[in-house]
T-cell receptor, first 113, second 113 residues
Framework: AQSVSQHNHHVILSEAASLELGCNYS??????LFWYVQYPGQHLQLLLK??????LVKGIKGFEAEFIKSKFSFNLRKPSVQWSDTAEYFC???????????FGAGTRLFVKA | DGGITQSPKYLFRKEGQNVTLSCEQN?????MYWYRQDPGQGLRLIYY???????QKGDIAEGYSVSREKKESFPLTVTSAQKNPTAFYLC????????????FGDGTRLSIL
């Protein structure tokens, strides 16, 4: 069965620090990968997605993620965080053509102004 | 604006009682999902429906039931057989069968009296 592991449950950074949130999945075949974000008081929303092609994908608000197939990883990065990036971030995976998207436990990011 | 409406926002259940959580979407999306969110566990899939009058069990369907009689509606019933129902419940939708969830509701927080 597929599973998703997010390494950090809570991360605290100062503004302008660089961010990297880890995500590993367990599935030997082709997968689609996603990062979702939930800002305080808002709906969960899709931040970026990887289906195929360039393993470095760019999302909204300066976020990017790199798919490393050999490491089963899809880490989320941002060079310089802002206070407004304070949110909970979820990594997710599904199998192409499948109907089940599996989510990780989430990482709460707090950015100090 | 199109979106997903979940109601109620807060719900209390007595022991042995069934309760129904409402999820309505006006996005004309084919697929709808119910997730349960517990602290430290991320989102776990309860049920999903790819088309009207069809639905499948997710990873934690025991003690829950759903129906999909209309495209825009996907209610979730938490039955008395669900022994640990206290959680935050999220409804989601996606335009097409096999898509990842793209829109989420505000959620319903269910507690046991």
């Amino acid at each position: 069965a597929q599973s998703v592991s997010q390494h950090n449950h809570h991360v605290i950074l100062s503004e302008a620090a660089s961010l990297e949130l880890g995500c590993n999945y367990s599935y030997g075949g082709t997968v689609n990968l996603f990062w979702y974000v939930q800002y305080p008081g808002q709906h969960l929303q899709l931040l970026l997605k990887y289906f195929s092609g360039d393993p470095l994908v760019k999302g909204i608000k300066g976020f990017e993620a790199e798919f490393i197939k050999s490491k089963f990883s899809f880490n989320l990065r941002k060079p310089s965080v802002q206070w407004s990036d304070t949110a909970e971030y979820f990594c997710a995976v599904n199998v192409p053509g499948g109907f089940k998207t599996i989510f990780g436990a989430g990482t709460r990011l707090f950015v100090k102004a | 604006d199109g979106g997903i409406t979940q109601s109620p926002k807060y719900l209390f259940r007595k022991e042995g009682q069934n309760v129904t959580l409402s999820c309505e979407q006006n996005l004309n999306h084919d697929a709808m999902y119910w997730y349960r969110q517990d602290p430290g566990q991320g989102l776990r899939l309860i049920y999903y429906s790819q088309i009207v009058n069809d639905f499948q069990k997710g990873d934690i369907a025991e003690g829950y039931s759903v129906s999909r009689e209309k495209k825009e509606s996907f209610p979730l019933t938490v039955t008395s057989a669900q022994k640990n129902p206290t959680a935050f419940y999220l409804c989601a939708s996606s335009p097409y069968r096999g898509d990842q969830p793209q829109h989420f509701g505000d959620g319903t927080r269910l507690s046991i009296l």
